[in-house]
Each structure stands twice: as structure tokens, then as C-alpha cells.
């Protein structure tokens, strides 16, 4: 189907329109339908909630603000937030779908150049009074956007599973994830420091200082819509910068809720806006212009690698968090089941939708057949259901589209003599045809042969491939190149230690799935991008280092 297509939404107003414009996936053939009935709205508001069972996902702008203790964090019209404003920047809206239905509950703004362009000159003359603040005044700010978001985290999250599919409980899994680097970054901006170093002559003095590295700019995710943004915003505003988000136009009602309550926790106007409309005109003003002086991007490698060539006219300072292609290695000296809840947690986690997810589990031949036995016996037993319904362990993908590449590479391994073992389809009786069944397949000895050994799939395909030992396993795992994060279990800790440091990867769990939080560097080698965010590392990327040499004393 071709993206240029002719659509009719619906306005603030109810008004219709039309707009001609290209279409990512997600947005073809959606209609707009009528609101639930009020009473079986309560209903979902109460159940999820209280995590008692509900049945339904909101369907419409209404049945989404039903379900909200503030409904002012619901912006639903199509806006933007710019210089401490929400404004809509044009008359043509998207549609912003629910993929656990299909359903429209919101509209998105249509913004480009000309609103980014605003954005940037807000930061611009924002920034100067922000960065003259001291860092513990500037903290003082994101304490209390930390607080705020804390108090309203379950109407962020519930806004999150509308808009994008995850579990409900991982939704709020990411709201407290995202909030913990307000947490950090509201005390870390006051450990910035400098350096005296020793003269090299008697009459000079040497001193290094740290500078906000200037105007900022984001350009974030769908998978993650809220902590991609805090990870990125807050060291930002910590280190004295102002910054210009772009989120996903297919999330883009978690931005502009952080972004009010960021306006109520007391950011000023223009030290943070977000711009939400068209990809490729936003991106290429924000590249381009002169004023920008950081972006800082996550997303993939081909969106990536395009954004560093733009950068580079005006030699930008640039952050880039791209994609991966986990490797997961179990050792036949494993504690298997151990092996097994990291995999199926590193797998399924965001229907395996996240960059640092198991993309291949490497299983040494001694505990294979016990290996898949018991993953596919505990991914059967998943309950695969809508996002707000209690006891939800997979929501849908996020966009009705995504799980065909899944299963092309699903049928492609399979075409190539590997063995399904659960799954390996759609099922739209759970509510769309974004759901897609978590799949074990059993690749045996094939490896480099399978689409899905050399791709990240960022769907939920477990696939299995066998080794013989240590070398050959790192081999298999180092064979890509991207270089995100890798796995291994093993129950010899001179083989954990060794296998650690071969891998060629910017994190590797040892023993553990669980890679990211505030604290640590998080990040990829190869193509999987530049620098990294999190801890004391992530505020160095909004830091400028500047010598000055005293003379003459
Ligand atoms: P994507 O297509 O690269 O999109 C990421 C962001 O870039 C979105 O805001 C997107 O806007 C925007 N974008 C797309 N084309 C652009 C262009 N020409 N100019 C400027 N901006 C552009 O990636 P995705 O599908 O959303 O996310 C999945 C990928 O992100 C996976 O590869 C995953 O591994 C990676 N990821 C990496 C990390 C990490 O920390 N390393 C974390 C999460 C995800 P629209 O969505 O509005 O088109």
C-alpha cells in the first residue's frame, strides 16, 4: 500500500477534515469511531486502577480522559508544546491509534519547520538565565518534576499502555524508570567541577571549567516514550541546557504530559519544548541549524547514521543511542531455569520491542533440548491479552503493521528447516491485528543463514541456535555488527568474567537481564551508536570542557 494516502480524522471539534500527506504505517486505513458507553468507561477507570480485571481499551479520546485522575495531562487536540505553550501549529492532524484496537483516541500535531525553528530560538534565549542558576537551584526544578510525576504516575502510565500497547505494569515500570533520572540528575548537576592543574610554567595558572554545552536537541523513540525523554532531558536541564524534544508521532501524548507537568514543576517556558509533526522536516531543521549545538538521538541505526551525516555540516556535539542485536549464551553449566526467566524477561519484555533485547539466544548443545523445552512451555502460558487488562504479561506491537517483520523472519527460518515450537502468528481476536503470539523457534545448528541471526527482529521471536563451545559461542555472538548488549549465563566465574570482557558490546549481563537504571552507563559500541546516558557518565554528554590559562602572575 502506498504512504501517500487521502485520510479523514477527526478534529478537536469533531469536525472533519482532510489532509494528503505521507503516512507512517501505522496510520493506514484507521477510521475514527464512537466513543465507548460512559458506564463501561468507569468501569476500565476503576479496574485498572485498582488492578482488578478490565476488558476494554479506550477507543476514543473520551473513554482515554475517563480513566484519568487529571485529564489535563491528556492532550488530545493535536498540539505541540512550545516556549511554555501548547499551540497547534496547523490546521492537519494525525491520527494517534491505539494498537490494541485500532482505535483513535487522540490527535497528534502536524508541526515542522517553521514551529521547530520557534522551538530552537525559545531555548536560545532561555538558556542564558537557566545555565546562570546554580545547579542545586536548577535541581530544585527537577525535584520537583520528579515529585509531580510521582503523584501522577498511574495516569501516565495508563496514557502510555493507550498509546503505545506495553502492560500496564510495565508502563508504570517505565514512568518510575524515567523518573529515576529526574531523581538523580536533580543532585548530579551540582557534581560538576573542573580542574586546576599544575603549571608547566612559574607564571602561569591552568584551569579546566565545565559549560553546558549549549542548545539541545532530542529526537526519541516510540518504544520507550517517556523515559527516552527524561534520560535525555534531565541531564540536559541539570548541566544548564535548554533542549527541543522531538518524540515519535506515534506517542506523542506521554511527551506533552511530561512536558506539562514539567511546566508546572517551574521549567521555564523555552528551556524545554517539544515539537511533535513530521520526522524528516523537524529532524532537518534541528540538524542544520546553527543554533543547536547537541542532538541527541535514539532510535536505529539507518535513522542514525542519516542524522550524524546532517550533523556533521555543522560539526554538532551528537549522542547516539541506536539499535541492537542482543546475544544471549547459555553455558551447559548454566542454572537453566535461571537461563530461562532471563530470557523470556530480556525477550518478551514490551512484546521484545526494546533495543536491548535478546535478538539471539546462543545455547550450548549439553542443555539445549532441556533450554527450549522449558521456554517454550513458559511462553505458552503467557497471557496475551490488551494492556490494561489485569494479569497482562504481552500487549500488542505497536503499530498494526509491526509484526510483519516478525513474521517474515519467522517464516524465513522455518523456510530454512528451523523448528516452531509456540507461535508464530498473528491473533487479532485479541483486539487488532498488532498482536502478534510470542514465538519460540528452534534453530538447531543454522545461524548466519537465518534473516533473523544478522537482524534486530524488535518483535517477540525467541529464536535458538546451538553451539559447541566457549570460542565458537563469542564468535556467533560477536558475528554482527551492531554492539548494544549481550547476555551470558554460566555458573563459572572465570568463563563469566572472560566471556564479559570478549563481547563486543557496550553492556553485558552476567548472570542477569536487567541492564538499565539510573545509575549505569547505558550505551553500545559498533553501530550501535555513540556515548553514553545514565549515572555520572550520561551528563557529560551536555558539557562543554574549556581550558583558561592565567599568564603574567
Ligand atoms: P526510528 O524509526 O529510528 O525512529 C526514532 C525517532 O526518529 C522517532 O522519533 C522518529 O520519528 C524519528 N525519525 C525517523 N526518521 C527520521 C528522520 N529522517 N529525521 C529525523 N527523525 C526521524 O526508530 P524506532 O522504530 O522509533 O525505534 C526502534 C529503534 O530504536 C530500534 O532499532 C531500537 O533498537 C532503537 N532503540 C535504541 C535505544 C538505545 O538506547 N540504544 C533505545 C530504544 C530504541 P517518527 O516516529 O515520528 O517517524
Redesign the pocket.
Known sequence: MSTMMVMRVMTPTTMTMTFSRSL?SRFHSIGVNSPSPRSSIRNIAASSSSQGPSKESPSSPSSLSALLNDPCLFRDEGVSFIDGAFSSSSSSKKPVINPANGQTIALADAAAAEETQKAISAAKRAMPEWAAQTAKARGRVLRKWFELIRQNANDLAIIMTAEQGKPLKEARGEIAYANSFLDWYAEEGRRVSGMVLAPTQTTKRQLVVRQPVGVCAA??????PSA?ITRKAAPALAAGCSMVI?????TPLSALALAELAKRAGVPDGVLSVVVGD??D??GVMTSHPDVRKLT???????GK??SEQCASTVKNVTM????NAPFLVFDDADVDAAVADAMATKFRNAGQV?TATNRMLVQRGVYNEFIEKLAAKTEAMSVTQGLDAGCDMGPLFDLSAPSKAEEHVADALAKGSELLTGGKRDASKGSDAFYLPTVVSCGDRNVELRAFGE?T?GPVANVYRFDDEDAAIAMANNTRMG?SAFCHTRDMSRAWRVGEALEYGMVGLNEGALSDEVIP???CKE??LGREGGVFGIEAFLETKLMVFGRI
Open positions: 507512517p529526537i526519541t523513540p516510540w518504544n520507550f527516552m522531538k518524540p515519535s508521532e506515534a520526522a524528516s523537524i529532524g538521538f535514539t532510535g536505529s541505526t539507518r535513522v542519516l542524522l543511542e541506536l539499535g541492537g533495543c534486530e524488535f548494544l547505558f550505551g553500545g550501535s551508536g
